[in-house]
């Protein structure tokens, strides 16, 4: 199973709105809603940021949000903050029962 | 409160076999599913295999298929990942974590990783 594609950095200033995309194929991000976004700070293990696309976990951040649109899901991280810093992952399952990680984005907080 | 403890570091030569345990504690073993991902240095996160705690069913990444063995003893609430033929590329953090009651769910707890190191 190919790794989902996302781009390796974006950047923001604080205040600012950015948006992560993922992109896959129909035997994953389009054939499921089951795709969710992860972050994960140097050294530490990832924390779960969005599920099945568009939920957010309790006592996650309202700026952050998560949609799809055929094989490409998105995350956009609203009102930036210097906290948001890290590398975001997206995820999603496949039409053959595994998991699929996106090779990951380096967020960066001017 | 929940919590996924790992097994320590380790250090194998290549061709060695390494096995990685995790052990759950805080919820209901069996109720939900363990996934296994790893990390290389610098790297991003790479899925390599899921467990049903309660039924046993499984599913491997195809990369791992027979090289990979992910089990489970529900008497202690502990899954174990066990690798053979290892080699340099296979210098990673293992992470056990918790899904939920299905396979596609999301994971929302992870173990503290575990570095194996693959160096002769």
């Known amino acids: 199973q190919s790794a989902l594609t996302q781009p390796a950095s974006v950047s923001g200033s604080p205040g600012q709105s950015i948006t992560i995309y993922c992109t896959g194929t129909s035997s994953d991000i389009g054939g499921y809603k089951y795709v969710s976004w992860y972050q994960q700070h140097p050294g530490k293990a990832p924390k779960v940021m969005i599920y099945d696309v568009s939920n957010r976990p309790s006592g996650v951040s309202n700026r952050f949000s998560g949609s799809k649109s055929g094989n490409t899901a998105s995350l956009t991280i609203s009102g930036l903050q210097a906290e948001d810093e890290g590398d975001y992952y997206c995820s999603s399952y496949t039409t053959i029962s595994t998991v699929v990680f996106g090779g990951g984005t380096k967020l960066t907080v001017l | 409160q929940v919590q996924l403890v790992q097994s320590g570091a380790e250090v194998k030569k290549p061709g060695a076999s390494v096995k990685v345990s995790c052990k759950a504690s805080g919820y209901t073993f069996t109720g939900y599913y363990i996934q296994w991902v790893r990390q290389a240095p610098g790297q991003g996160l790479e899925w390599m295999a899921w467990?049903?705690?309660?039924?046993?069913?499984?599913n491997y990444e195809q990369k791992f298929q027979g090289r990979v063995t992910v089990t489970r003893d529900t008497s202690i609430s502990t899954a174990y990942m066990e690798m053979s033929s290892l080699t340099s590329d296979d210098t990673a953090i293992y992470y056990c974590?918790?899904?939920?009651?299905?396979?596609?769910?999301?994971?929302?707890?992870w173990g503290q990783g575990t570095m194996v190191t693959v160096s002769s």
């Open positions: 974590a918790r899904g939920g009651i299905s396979s596609w769910d999301a994971i929302d707890i």
């Open positions: 467990i049903s705690p309660n039924s046993g069913g499984l």
